[in-house]
């Protein structure tokens, strides 16, 4: 995984993927699975507290969501359009001389917010099911007790999220989509290494870190009720995980070597930038057969500071990334890659590893329902 011209046209779409009907999907795991003589509880408190809490708060997705509700597909497209299909980002392509979309009129675009908001439910699917697999990995490979117990509570929580992902989908939208080829790739990258804690940084504070505030975002625009507490208590978990992935490698990495940290800031960046190109939404417009290549250079042209939702997405990474030392280790060079695809001035924000204890409501609404 080496890419770090971050407007590289061919080498987006070289990386492709198409349904071929295939179910499953085979990644060599080369890691060693790690037991541990030693359990002895209270050397990381934190942790144990996380362990806790994570306890406390499991629910149920068949009985404390109601799959009765109707959900009218076309009014939450619209709700995450910003209220008017006009009102979408890529709408702008629309006002590129020669653009494929210059023509479409309400009803294409309206098609295609529709498709937006399937295709962004079938990547979250794939991407929980990849937690699922790195999260069991983890239990694996951590060497530490404490980690071992936490990792554990996460395998349900990910199994919980597929479920209701995968129910949600099914039942309410029409048909999902196969999984983006960067999102399959990075997963890909996650599975196959053999460290524990690039598992740890590339699921627990990258795809993990990016799916919290994608859920945010989504949470407080849809009005759609299913939907709402759907995401509202998943990102309740999901708090939990980056938080578990900041406390693990933040006493990791301070023990490394400069050298070692440079792989890891490395790896977080092209992390980021397979996330960042899978929100380009080749599947999409391939769907609706446009000129994936055309529509692809074009959105690359269009300033970045515009883009807010894929910008918010890093919103929790990049805080995260300065809260274990990532961002500035060695010469700053995380810092200037960030720099470079716009996302540095999230550099501030509260890191998740402090603030999952707000985000984590279910217990206390479980208890006062």
């Known amino acids: 995984m080496a890419r770090t011209d971050v407007t590289d046209l061919e080498a987006i779409l070289a990386i492709t993927g198409h349904d071929d009907g295939a179910t499953e999907h085979t990644v060599t795991d080369p890691a060693a699975a790690i037991f541990t003589w030693d ?20 629910w149920n997705g068949s009985t404390d969501l109601d799959w009765s509700t109707d959900v009218d ?4 497209a619209r709700e995450i359009s910003g209220g008017d299909y006009r009102a979408l980002f890529v709408r702008r ?6 653009s494929p979309v210059a023509r479409w009129d309400d009803q294409q675009w309206r098609d295609y917010a529709i498709e937006t908001f399937t295709w962004r439910l079938s990547q979250f699917l794939h991407g929980e099911q990849g937690a699922l697999l790195c999260t069991a990995k983890i239990v694996e490979t951590v060497p530490w007790i404490d980690a071992k117990y936490y990792a554990a509570t996460q395998v349900m929580d990910e199994a919980r999220h597929v479920e209701v992902f ?62 709402k507490k759907l995401l509202r208590y ?9 938080a ?14 400069a050298a ?64 274990l030392g990532l961002l500035d280790a060695g010469d700053g060079w995380l810092r200037e890659r960030f720099t470079e695809i716009g996302v540095i001035d999230f550099e501030d924000y509260v890191d998740t590893g402090s603030e999952y204890a707000e985000l984590d409501e279910v217990a206390r609404d479980r208890a006062e329902g």
Not at 168 to 177: A, P, R, S, V
Not at 234 to 242: K, L, T, Y
Not at 282 to 308: C, F, H, S
Request: charged share 30%.
């Open 93 to 98: 392509l629309a006002d590129v001389p020669g």
């Open 73 to 76: 597909l076309e009014r939450v």
């Open 39 to 58: 359990y002895e509880k209270g050397e990381r408190p934190a942790l144990e507290k996380l362990y806790e809490k994570a306890k406390q708060s499991q």
């Open 244 to 257: 578990f992935g900041v406390l693990s490698l933040k006493e990791c990495y301070e023990q490394m070597s």
């Open 234 to 242: 998943v990102m309740s978990d999901e708090a939990r995980h980056v």
């Open 260 to 323: 070692e940290l440079r792989e890891r800031q490395e790896f977080a960046f092209e992390a980021a930038l397979r996330m960042r190109d899978r929100f380009l939404q080749q599947e999409v417009w391939e769907r609706l057969g446009i000129d994936v290549r055309a529509m692809v250079k074009l959105q690359l042209q269009l300033p970045a500071a515009e883009n807010t939702f894929q910008r918010h997405l890093f919103s929790k990474i990049v805080p995260n990334c300065k809260k």
């Open 166 to 227: 995968a129910r949600y989908l099914d039942e309410k939208l029409e048909g999902h989509y196969p999984i983006n080829a960067h999102l399959g790739l990075l997963l890909d990258d996650i599975v196959s290494d053999s460290r524990w804690d690039i598992t740890y940084l590339g699921m627990q504070i990258m795809v993990e870190g990016l799916a919290l505030a994608a859920f945010g975002v989504l949470h407080q625009i849809t009005t759609e009720p299913l939907l």
